[in-house]
T-cell receptor
Framework: AQKITQTQPGMFVQEKEAVTLDCTYD???????LFWYKQPSSGEMIFLIY??????QNATEGRYSLNFQKARKSANLVISASQLGDSAMYFC?????????????FGTGTRLQVTL | GAGVSQSPSNKVTEKGKDVELRCDPI?????LYWYRQSLGQGLEFLIY????????KSGLPSDRFSAERTGGSVSTLTIQRTQQEDSAVYLC????????????FGAGTRLSVL
């Protein structure tokens, strides 16, 4: 079974500062994908960034980067130069790439509040 | 359309009634997923379609829940004899069948059972 753990229910960051949202995972699958999604108050889940378990480099997408430490089973999201519009819930998720498994397993989320 | 479309956006129903929720995936996406998000919680997987078949229905909570997909496109999630505990946001996602399998979500249907 797969499990995602997000230990920070809420985080505050000042505008223009960087913030790290923690995510650890547990799986016995040799091949898997890790994802981060943003959910603003409007409710839609917005895909941010993807990391494959065999990718050699950490993923980056604009102001988002994923600090992937495979041995520690962690996949932390780093948001640089925070903006007020970054205030939202952030979910870490994983998917097995073994066999036909395709569903995402989500963590409980971290609520980020960006302040002036 | 450009994204995943779900309808209705909100549904209020009485306990015991049946409801149908609709999902129109991104054009060309062969995989379609239904998830449920209860208030303040993470997402819970319900069912996955590849084309018109459902290789994984493991998340459906009871036999009151069913889903179908026709023409490899639109999917309908049906909840029969709704209960108050069915109140949640139901989210649909679609993806290409490739290595990354990135799932793109619709805005969801907020179901309230009175």
């Amino acid at each position: 079974a797969q499990k995602i753990t997000q230990t920070q229910p809420g985080m505050f960051v000042q505008e223009k500062e960087a913030v790290t949202l923690d995510c650890t995972y547990d799986t016995s699958d040799p091949s898997y994908g890790l994802f981060w999604y943003k959910q603003p108050s409007s409710g839609e889940m917005i895909f941010l960034i993807y990391q494959g378990s065999y990718d050699q480099q950490n993923a980056t997408e604009g102001r988002y980067s994923l600090n992937f430490q495979k041995a520690r089973k962690s996949a932390n999201l780093v948001i640089s130069a925070s903006q007020l519009g970054d205030s939202a819930m952030y979910f870490c998720a994983m998917r097995s790439r073994t066999g036909t498994a395709s569903k995402l397993t989500f963590g409980t989320g971290t609520r980020l509040q960006v302040t002036l | 359309g450009a994204g995943v479309s779900q309808s209705p956006s909100n549904k209020v129903t009485e306990k015991g009634k049946d409801v149908e929720l609709r999902c129109d995936p991104i054009s060309g996406h062969t995989a379609l997923y239904w998830y449920r998000q209860s208030l303040g919680q993470g997402l819970e997987f319900l069912i996955y379609f590849q084309g018109n078949s459902a290789p994984d229905k493991s998340g459906l909570p009871s036999d009151r829940f069913s889903a179908e997909r026709t023409g490899g496109s639109v999917s309908t999630l049906t909840i029969q004899r709704t209960q108050q505990e069915d109140s949640a946001v139901y989210l649909c996602a679609s993806s290409l069948r490739d290595t990354k399998n990135i799932q793109y979500f619709g805005a969801g249907t907020r179901l309230s059972v009175l």
